[in-house]
């Protein structure tokens, strides 16, 4: 069951208006709100159990605020493959089945390929990064992820010259996936070349010193720490290299509520609430939203010649 926490947002208010509407007429028509509440998940085995990722170095690029706990990092998800509600997630992604799992990587490279979720798995170093994540709900958690930096995969592929954008495509099977138009699946994103390879970047397989659990994007994932949640695509299986910046599915969905960069930035509000404060997961009282989510130190230099309000 979905506790109800106080400033907690709604998914009427999360989500595009126009599409939530769209959303709930498809469910009146179809009265496919039933299979999507109930029938569509039930009676499926539950996915595989976590498993230690062994020894991690500690990354000095690691906040030294309070961890949250691992409870709350795996039961209060967004992954909307699942469903819209927070708790949906850990009660139905189970059925996800992570291996044998590859990775393409193509477009504008010189030595495309296809990765092994394993190999990607013994690639390079695991460390431990403990960072925030800041949703675009306004609210937030601090979670020990577990990974290397993205850049380390993307050399192996030889980027070309005219490569500029990284696309980011999410696993999507519509047999134990939602099939209701909330986004257009799979869910894409994407980030500037110079994002993607920025060493704060993180490749993510795990959080807590084990694989990542289905509802956080096992097998996996992409954290952006100073960026909006929903820039960090789960369940990954495809990342294309282009010279034009790629469709995202947010941006798609509501492109004057979700910017292409969606950097965390308290000066500029989501149209229909305020970016400048959050309330970190556990907490009561809300915090101030730092400008890039707190790493403007190691990031803002990528951003020097834009203007940050415009290109949101
Ligand atoms: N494929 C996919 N990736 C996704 C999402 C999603 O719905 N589908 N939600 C995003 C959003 S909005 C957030 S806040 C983070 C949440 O990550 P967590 O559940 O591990 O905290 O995942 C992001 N990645
Ligand atoms: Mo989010």
Known sequence: MLIKRPGDIAPSEITPRTLFDQRRDFLRQSGAGLIAGAAL???????????????????????????????????????????????????RAGVMKTRPWTV??????????????????????????????RCVEAWSMVIPWVGFPLSALLKQVDPQGSAKYVQFISHYDPKIMSRLPVLDWPYREGLRLDEAMHPLTLLTVGLYGETLPNQNGAPVRIVVPWKYGFKSAKSIVTIRLLEKQPETSWNMAGPEEYGFYSNVNPEVDHPRWSQARERRIGEFRKRPTLPFNGYADQVASLYSSMDLKRQF
Do not use: C, H, Q
């Open 104 to 133: 393409r990587i193509e477009g504008l490279v010189n030595k495309p390929r296809t990765f092994d979720i394993d190999e990607i798995l013994r690639m390079a170093p695991l460390e431990e990064r403990i960072y925030r994540l």
């Open 41 to 91: 998940w039930a009676g499926l085995p539950s996915g595989a159990r976590a498993a230690s990722l062994g020894a991690l170095s500690k990354s000095a690029f690691s906040t030294m605020e309070e961890m949250t706990p691992r409870k709350d990092v795996t039961s209060y998800n967004n992954f909307y493959e699942f469903g819209t509600d927070k708790a949906d997630p850990a009660e």
